[in-house]
């Protein structure tokens, strides 16, 4: 496992970018069809609006899988993760093949197993993720699920990780928060090739602690990266803060 450590977002997310586009550029020169896991939420803009900024990708040559959606959201919701692909990824780059996730269905389960049929024909090529602030992996809150193999399930919220909604300005209050969702699962995360993890600001600081240096544990669920033989986690001064044992490679 490799941690870069930024000033700032501002520097971590470009930085972020650059390796991304190089794991995708490498495999489209293989003659490939680049296959990759986006995440969402507030701590990926910077690191998005920088990776449809990079040159020498034909996006028209990508296949994108959705990490994670609510239940019952509708897609014009500003919270809506496929709404949020669609704007700051999608269309920006000019992806043609895309699996989104629809949670707004009467029969998620056959979104869940349609799916996942199509990521599990070939290997990911890398994976984007996030840490929350109650360390959950996509939407696996605690205790995760460690052991299944399905790659997508449904879930359900629990209060911190719907209160981090509410704090990165997506819902106006915890009530209008969904308690389900649909997510990508642990182990099927941690099937991809490379992983990267970028993860700012000093509310995330607790759970960035907690999931590099704690215990590998279903009570912190992006502890299972560390299980991963190719994971580079990217963090800035504030999300990390607070280790105390994690060897770092400071960048400027």
């Not at 911190?160 to 389900?180: H, I, M, S, T, Y």
């Not at 699962?185 to 090739?193: E, G, V």
Request: charged share 25%.
């Amino acid at each position: 496992m490799k941690v870069w450590r930024f000033r700032d977002r501002t520097r971590m997310g470009p930085a972020a970018a650059e390796r991304a586009a190089e794991i995708l550029r490498a495999a489209q020169t293989e003659r490939r069809i680049p296959r990759f896991i986006a995440a969402t939420g507030a701590s990926q803009f910077d690191f998005l609006a920088a990776l449809v900024r990079q040159p020498g990708i034909d996006w028209a040559r990508v296949e994108m899988f959705h990490l994670d959606e609510y239940l019952g959201l509708p897609m014009h919701h500003p919270a809506s993760f496929r709404r949020y692909l669609l704007e700051r990824l999608i269309r920006p780059a000019g992806i043609v093949r895309s699996h989104l996730l629809d949670g707004d269905v009467a029969d998620p389960v056959t979104v869940c197993r349609r799916i996942g049929q199509r990521l599990q024909e070939e290997p990911v090529d890398v994976a984007f993720v996030g840490i929350g602030e109650n360390g959950h992996l996509a939407f696996n809150d605690p205790p995760a699920d460690f052991d299944t193999e399905e790659p997508y399930k449904i879930v359900d919220l629990d209060e911190r990780c719907r209160q981090q909604q509410v704090n990165e300005g997506w819902f106006p209050n915890l009530d209008a928060v969904p308690r389900r969702a649909i997510s990508m699962t642990i182990r099927q995360i941690l099937k991809a090739k490379r992983i990267l993890c970028i993860v700012p600001e000093a509310r995330k600081a607790e759970a960035v602690r907690a999931c590099l240096e704690g215990p590998i544990s279903p009570m912190a669920p992006a502890s299972a990266l560390r299980m991963h033989p190719e994971v580079e986690i990217y963090l800035d001064t504030e999300s990390s803060s607070l280790l105390q044992s994690t060897p770092m490679i400071d960048v400027p």
